[in-house]
């Protein structure tokens, strides 16, 4: 499909919206994912002042308007409300109305953009993204604080947003953007050690959630731009990654008591094996494996050695069973059951349970599907799930239209994101839920002749 005229459309107003909402969204990254409300205050405006920019500088019959869009944000606005009207928790409501409506601007914004407008929009985001990754490896490997976290014996990176699981959600949609670039044809060198980079930073979080959305989101490329194209440009990826990747899991434990130093030369060796394995020739991709194997071989006597029968085991992280998110579950399930249609209310639900002799409170489930029940009923999953099943349809319809990479590596993104927020609390990080919107306006992107 041929979009060559619709590069030469994009008005100023629409470069200032796109220019606006980078800068919230980088404002944010570096803000905690304007987790708090002093910084939400900050990022919710530049949202809403880039929506207005796009909308202002649309170009009449160039693309669809987006009413579709705008539709589905009225049932989750209106159970949102009527859900903190019943309670009265009015405090917890208003923010939750702020990033909702966050959210669909992103996604407005994201729309309306120019053809090259919005590949612009997804690079500026993969920009974002490699700050984030690129602080998660610097708080793990180098141990500092806020950007690396202690828990349970391992360093995490927790990186700017200063929550290793929020940086595993953003990272990991930005990873599957960047291999569905690699996809399209016109790659880049620079994709290629984006991509690197992203997947250090991913496993730098030691994020489960994180791990589970990346399969889900790797199942949809696998489905869309096939097997044979996804495994030749992920292999370079792949090469590079797992030596700079047992280079940062070497520095882990706490156990461990050497020099970053063998860490980040394995990190740059990794990434000097990757852009050598983009090349095409078969010779230099079969060297670039054989010091993989070589390297990692190396890395894991010299940290077995280190961390001795006293360190704390990796293996920990290769499960999904943990007492405490059981315990939140349940709780959250509790919660639901005593107000079933329309919820305790936004803010009310009371995450209390037992394990063992002790007992716990928690201020979220960590399972955003159960707190949404809990809090909103069965009124405020049907509202929020109804246009998330809608939108998917869009997009699987969009991408058989067009074969875009682009649209199957935002699809990817989404069902990757929707998949960890089974595990996790990102909904209430604003920054996440707004980039993945940003990603779903770009994909959902049409011609004015389509309409």
């Known amino acids: 499909m041929a979009f060559g005229k619709e590069t030469s459309r994009e008005t100023l107003t629409a470069r200032l919206a796109r220019v606006v909402l980078l800068g919230g969204v ?163 060198r620079l994709d290629f050690v984006a991509a690197h980079v992203l997947v250090v930073g991913a496993v730098a979080t030691l994020s489960r959630g994180g791990a589970v959305g990346l399969v889900f989101g790797l199942g949809v490329l696998l489905l869309t731009i096939g097997p044979t194209v996804l495994a030749r440009v992920s292999a370079p990826v792949l090469a590079g990654s797992v030596v700079s990747g047992a280079s940062v899991l070497s520095m882990a434990s706490e156990e461990v008591t050497r020099s970053p130093l063998l860490a980040w030369a394995g990190m740059a060796l990794g990434l000097c094996i990757t852009v050598v394995g983009a090349e095409r020739q078969h010779a230099t991709r079969v060297t670039a494996f054989a010091f993989s194997v070589m390297f990692v071989v190396l890395v894991g006597v010299v940290t077995i050695d280190a961390v001795g029968e006293s360190g704390t085991s990796l293996t920990d992280r290769l499960t999904l069973s943990d007492e405490l998110r059981a315990g939140e579950w349940r709780a959250a399930w509790s919660e639901f059951e005593s107000q079933p249609l329309v919820g305790v209310g936004p803010g009310r639900a009371t995450f209390r349970f037992v394990v063992g002799d002790e007992t716990f409170t928690a201020e979220f489930a960590h399972q955003e599907y159960l707190e949404l029940a809990a809090e909103q009923g069965l009124m405020g999953l049907v509202a929020v799930l109804t246009p998330i099943t809608v939108a998917i349809a869009v997009l699987v319809r969009r991408w058989r239209r067009n074969l875009d990479p682009l649209i199957a590596g935002c699809l990817a993104a989404f069902i990757g994101f929707l998949a960890h927020s089974g595990l996790d609390f990102l909904w209430h990080i604003p920054l996440l839920p707004v980039v993945v919107a940003t990603l779903v306006g770009t994909a959902l992107w049409e011609p004015g002749s389509e309409s």
């Open 26 to 188: 980088l404002y944010a990254a570096l803000a905690q994912g304007a987790f708090y409300r002093h910084q939400a205050i900050v990022f919710w405006p530049v949202v809403f002042v880039s929506a207005l920019l796009a909308v202002s500088g649309f170009v009449v019959g160039s693309r669809r308007w987006p009413c579709r869009e705008a539709a589905w944000a009225i049932p989750v606005l209106a159970s949102t409300a009527i859900s903190g009207a019943i309670a009265g928790s009015l405090d917890a409501t208003v923010p939750m109305l702020m990033t909702i409506v966050a959210v669909f601007s992103a996604l407005f914004v994201g729309h309306l953009a120019s053809e090259i407008g919005r590949r612009r929009l997804v690079a500026g985001l993969i920009g974002v993204g490699l700050l984030v990754a690129t602080t998660a490896v610097i708080g793990s490997v180098q141990r500092y604080e806020p950007w690396g976290r202690l828990v349970n014996g391992l360093w995490r990176g927790s990186s700017s947003l200063t929550y290793s699981n929020a940086a595993a959600g953003l990272i990991v949609a930005m990873l599957l953007v960047t291999i569905s670039r690699l996809a399209s044809g016109r790659r880049h």
